[in-house]
């Protein structure tokens, strides 16, 4: 039992000392990333999610807008552009 224990703390370790890659590639912050993906859709930001498209890395921003409707825009992660918004 305490080799498992022991087994679980190392890995938790390594997993916590790993960077995250997404975060270091990104040059836009998810402020900006927020407010752009807001002049597409005015409403309320619910989530911003750094991650990679393809090589790319790029932020998804879901919007609630004013009357209900969820929409998903995809922010280039360094030059803050849009690259796709539904």
């Known amino acids: 039992m305490q080799r498992l224990f022991t ?6 370790c390594l997993i916590l000392s790993v960077p995250n890659q ?4 990104h040059t836009v912050d998810k402020q ?19 991650g990679y498209q393809g090589e790319t ?3 998804r921003v879901k919007v609630l807008d004013d009357h209900g409707g969820l929409h ?6 360094q030059s803050g552009e849009i690259l796709s918004a539904h």
């Open 22 to 25: 997404a975060k270091e590639n």
């Open 32 to 50: 900006a990333a927020a407010l752009t993906a807001m002049q597409r859709f005015p409403g309320k930001v619910v989530s911003v999610n750094p």
């Open 57 to 59: 890395p790029v932020y």
């Open 7 to 12: 087994l679980l703390t190392l890995l938790a």
């Open 72 to 77: 998903t825009v995809v922010i280039h992660g």
